[in-house]
C-alpha cells in the first residue's frame, strides 16, 4: 500500500478509495486537449495552465493515487440517478488538498473528468439529450476551474463534489438554471454564474424542463424546488421589486427552517474565500445595490440565511 503524503486526510473517503481498483491515467495532449477543453468551457489561461499541472499529478505518487481511483468513482456514478451527496456522505468526500502540497494538488481531480467526457456523452445521447445541452452541461467544469483561479489565484478545482452531480448524468442545463434529479417528482434547481436571472430566461428553463425532462428521463415532475441565499425573505425587503433576483424568489414557496450561512452571499457574489467578519467586510466592492445589501446587512449584526422553497410544475 503507498504511504501517502502526510497532508492527505485520512477519513472515510480514504477507506472507500482504497477498496477502488485504479484506472490508469490517460492524459491527453496536442489537438485531443485542444478539443476536450475547448468543449468543456476552459478558458485559454486555464488550458494553457493544466498541462503541466497535469504531469506533476501524474508524477506525484499521492496525487497520482488519488486521481486514478477518483476516475474509478467517477466511471462508477455515470448513470446514477438520487446518488448520495458528497455534503451528506462522507465516504463521497473526497478531500481539498492543502496548498502546503503545491499548485499541483488543486488539479488532481481534473483528469477524471477528462478521461470520462466520452461516457458522459454517450448517457446524454442514449438519453435523448441534445448534443448542445451535452455541452452546455459539461461547460460547467471550464466555469468552476475559472472561479477557482478568480478566488485563489491558481488553476484547480475545489468544488470537484458538486461537477460529480453533472458528470453522474443527474444534473443538466436548462439554459438559464440547472436541473438536478432528485426523485420521480422533483427536480432541484441550481443557479450557475451566467449572466442576469431575467425572467423571462427563468421562463424558458422551465418551460423547457416540464417539456423536455420526460423525454430525458422517463418521469414528469411535480414540482422543482431550490436551496439558496437567494431566496432569504430579506432580499424582498432591501431591493426593489423589479429586482430580477426579487421576482426570481416570488416564484416560491418556502419551506419552514433555513440555516444561517453569512459566507454564502458572500462567496456567490464576491468570489472570495473566507471572509473574515466584521473586519474583512471593507475591503468589499458595493458597486452593485446587491453587493451593498449584502455588506450593509452583515454591518448591522444582522445574517443571511440559506432558504429552501418549492413550485409546482
Known amino acids: 500500500m503507498i504511504q501517502l503524503a502526510p497532508e492527505v486526510p485520512r477519513n472515510a473517503w480514504f477507506d472507500a478509495a482504497r477498496e477502488l481498483a485504479p484506472t490508469p491515467l490517460a492524459i491527453p495532449a496536442g489537438s485531443a486537449f485542444q478539443r476536450l477543453t475547448t468543449l468543456l468551457g476552459v478558458h485559454e489561461q486555464d488550458a494553457a495552465a493544466l498541462p503541466g499541472l497535469l504531469a506533476e499529478v501524474a508524477e506525484n505518487p499521492s496525487l497520482r493515487w488519488i486521481a486514478e481511483r477518483f476516475t474509478t468513482a ?61 455541452r452546455a452541461t ?37 439554459g438559464r438554471v440547472q436541473g438536478e434529479w432528485l426523485d420521480p417528482a422533483t427536480v432541484s434547481l441550481h443557479i450557475p454564474e451566467s449572466g442576469p436571472l431575467a425572467p423571462e430566461a427563468v421562463d424558458a428553463s422551465l418551460d423547457r424542463l416540464r417539456r423536455e425532462w420526460p423525454g430525458w428521463f422517463g418521469t414528469r415532475p411535480e414540482r422543482a424546488e431550490c436551496e439558496s441565499w437567494l431566496l432569504d425573505p430579506a432580499l424582498g425587503e432591501l431591493l426593489p421589486e423589479s429586482s430580477n433576483i426579487v421576482r426570481f424568489q416570488r416564484r416560491f414557496s418556502l419551506y419552514d427552517g433555513g440555516y444561517v450561512d453569512d459566507q454564502n452571499p458572500l462567496s456567490f457574489v464576491f468570489r472570495r474565500g473566507h471572509v473574515p467578519l466584521p473586519e474583512g467586510l471593507a475591503g468589499l466592492p458595493r458597486e452593485t445595490r446587491l453587493q451593498r445589501a449584502i455588506v450593509d446587512r452583515l454591518l448591522e449584526g444582522a445574517h443571511w440565511t440559506v432558504r429552501k422553497g418549492y413550485l409546482d410544475l
Open 74 to 134: 467517477l466511471r462508477q456514478d455515470i448513470g446514477g440517478l438520487g446518488l448520495p451527496s458528497a455534503l451528506t456522505e462522507p465516504s463521497r468526500s473526497w478531500p481539498l488538498l492543502p496548498p502546503s502540497m503545491g499548485p499541483a494538488a488543486r488539479s488532481v481531480y481534473v483528469p477524471g473528468f477528462l478521461a470520462t467526457v466520452p461516457l458522459v456523452e454517450e448517457l446524454h445521447r442514449t438519453r435523448g439529450i441534445p448534443a448542445e445541452t451535452s
Open 138 to 174: 459539461l461547460a460547467d467544469f471550464g466555469r468552476h476551474l475559472e472561479i477557482h483561479r478568480r478566488v485563489h489565484g491558481i488553476v484547480g478545482l475545489d468544488t470537484h463534489w458538486w461537477l460529480m452531480l453533472g458528470w453522474s448524468g443527474g444534473l443538466v442545463d436548462l
